[in-house]
């Protein structure tokens, strides 16, 4: 098979992204704004990179024209302008989404995309992405009645330190985004939102003992609209080591969260700003481990599947669970196994049992009970 890819975006997942199908055989071409980066990533993996920048519409459409797929790692606010150049040239399309605005956006170019027979497919990744396939897949198979859908999904320190027990997995903008915007639910049956940081419940976790998980924006991707009236409750909920929700809950009551500038003494700047520099900053790093817990239960009883990945090594456990969800539908739209055209959420796409079997050769285990 001879498939061009474009990876846009050199980061963490970017780089996972490039490795992993460059395994799979495709021809990769890794780029970034930030030239070293891509060319450090093309050179580890003996795959070529560019220099560019997403805001360049000049050069995205010169790249998009040579590529038959795209799979994004560049922040979401560039989710709609990139979706309509792969359309406009014919390639198929795949991000990391979260954010519902701009997911529903992108799946107004249905149409368009159909016409162009070329997939796009927002919100790929882990939550929104992978946990959301696995949830619908669930759904799919659960004989009688479903009335209960719960997604937990958190990635922690390996060894926590601090009062948060937190280190920063992803861009700090992008982790404040979830815990300000408004969460989609269904209750009752019907689409509905809470508030973030809400809703705090304790579970237990073998080895890990007592976390906690709590209402966050963008992890139900599309399913509150898709399965509205199907099932009585839907929600997603953010894992986390006991107290990290109220601490978080405390700063945005405080107003830590605010987007508008404001003056402090000679200075004029957004609090939500500073909150993202200083954690930026101050939080550590380190080995992580991602969690996936999806609880369906109905009239046919209870089942519950299961994630619990660290890093390998080579790629931290975000990186892998985030990025290789992504490629493996990339491949099986391109080896032609997953046959879908126009636009839709990955859980409206990717079929359970084929993204479990293609996890599986990487090492993550998804186990159901």
Not at 13 to 23: C, E, F, I, T
Not at 212 to 220: D, L, N
Not at 293 to 315: K, L, M, Q, Y
Request: some cysteine; aromatic content about 6%; proline content about 4%.
């Amino acid at each position: 098979m001879s498939h061009r890819t474009l990876v846009l975006g050199a980061g963490f997942v970017g780089r996972a992204a490039a490795w992993d199908l460059s395994r799979r055989g495709h021809e990769v071409v890794v780029a970034d704004s930030d030239g070293d980066a891509s060319a450090a990533v093309g050179s580890e993996f003996d795959i070529a990179s560019a220099k560019l920048d997403v805001d360049d519409q000049i050069g995205l459409d010169s790249a998009a024209r040579d590529a038959d797929s795209i799979v994004s790692a560049v922040p979401y606010r560039f989710g709609v302008q990139l979706a309509k150049t792969a359309v406009k040239h014919g390639c198929h399309y795949y991000d990391l989404g979260g954010n519902p605005r701009i997911v529903k956006d992108q799946l107004g170019l249905d149409d368009e995309a159909q016409a162009s027979d070329v997939a796009i497919v927002p919100d790929c990744g882990l939550a929104p992405g992978l946990a959301n396939v696995i949830a619908s897949g669930m759904i799919e198979h659960h004989e009688g009645q479903v009335e209960d859908v719960q997604l937990r999904v958190g990635v922690l320190p390996q060894e926590p330190e601090g009062v948060l027990e937190y280190q920063l997995a992803f861009y700090a903008g992008g982790l404040i985004n979830e815990y300000a915007e408004p969460c989609e639910i269904i209750a009752d049956g019907a689409a509905a939102t809470v508030d973030p940081l809400t809703r705090i419940e304790e579970f237990e976790w073998n080895g890990l003992g007592t976390l906690e998980a709590f209402s966050t924006a963008g992890g139900t991707s599309t399913m509150c609209q898709v399965y509205e009236g199907a099932v009585r409750s839907l929600e997603y909920k953010t894992i986390r080591y006991p107290g990290h929700g109220r601490i978080f809950a405390a700063m945005r009551e405080i107003g830590l969260f605010d987007m508008d500038a404001q003056d402090f003494g000679s200075a004029n700047v957004a609090p939500r700003e500073v909150l993202i520099e200083l954690l930026t900053k101050n939080l550590p790093s380190g080995p992580d481990r991602t969690l996936v817990n999806v609880v369906v239960s109905g009239t046919g009883g209870r089942a519950e599947a299961r994630i619990d990945d660290v890093h390998d090594g080579r790629f931290s456990s975000l990186a892998r669970t985030t990025g290789f969800p992504t490629t493996a539908l990339c491949d099986l739209v391109a080896r032609g196994l997953v046959k879908f055209r126009g636009a839709a959420a990955m859980h409206s796409v990717a079929p359970a049992g084929l993204l479990r079997t293609e996890l599986k050769q990487v090492g993550i285990a998804i186990e159901y009970s």
